[in-house]
């Protein structure tokens, strides 16, 4: 029940938390670093489905004891009886590891296939790269290969970066916006960021919130290489990188692979929205950054800071205070039951709200002692 209160309470912090991901206010006020802080805080929190200890326990009486009796039913299966919440756990998990193991397949012969290719001898590409190199020392290890497939340029990760270039032809200015766009993903560890997202989508694969949660994480990837890089650029030049991402989706086709970071976007709204945060000129202020980035980070907080529990109290009864001079606790691994005069009263998951003078026992053999 642990497990699924958990995920109730982080699913409705996604509910909370995707629409102000969306808020343009929000993403204008972001810088580049900001924004990949909050793509790995966020997966962080998902990747790591805990009760904390200074988390609190809400009681429920009403839809949680529904579901926690509706998991721990037994199914049987002729000599064999397994309960419905350990089959849940088997789909869930064995979905997971066939999703990871799919992407990773699928990663090493896209890996293969992009090894097999010829690296890049355009001498004006090479002396961009050169300057490029000399710019950012830290992306030697980045080499360059070409294809002959029309796809948008992109680099891979992440670990080996290849980036990979079309053989069609842009212009001197264009291989220069192109190539320090993807050695910043790379400097900015983007692709580590989208192979740690992927891995969480696989994990939820069930939850179709995290299917939107990695969508908005690779837009704010992107978000963020643009504003880092287009931070110092006159009016012209942001123009000009305007220019190229539109030109580059209109005339390469996305090629979508896993663990691969691309240089345009395929959704419309995304690229227009890249565009919209590079088009506004304007200094992200300090105050608005740190409040807006203290707003998110308070509801990851919260999503940490509550779970819901199961607590069924009987009608006849809800007015009896429960206490160590009527009642006494047994304790069954993770599980409490909780007995009222000798009779069993309720089972419950937690006895954080209960009365903390009420004795707690191991076992029967115990309370006699």
Known sequence: MTIISINLSLSVFLMILLPLLNWNFCLKNLGGRCLTTCCIVIMIRALIPVEFPFSRTIPNSRIIPVVRHIMIYPVNAGIFSIKVYEILLFLWAGGAVLLILWKLWLHFKLQKVIRKLPECRDEDILEIWQSLLEKYPSARSVKIVMTDQNISPMITGPGNPLIVLPEYSFTRAEYQLILEHEILHWIRHDTFVKFAADIMCSVYWWNPLFYFLRSKIFELIELGNDRQLTSSFSFDEKVAYMRCLTDTAHKICYCPAPFTLSFDSHEGKVLRR????????????????????GTLILFLWLSTSFTLEPFILPEDRACIPLNESNCYIIQNDDTYELYFQDKLYFTIDSIEYLDPDIPIYQNKGDMKK
Do not use: M, P, Q, W
Not at 278 to 293: C, H, P, Y
């Open 274 to 293: 890249r565009i919209h945060v590079i088009g506004d000129f304007r200094t992200i202020g300090r105050i608005k950054e740190s409040l807006v980035f």
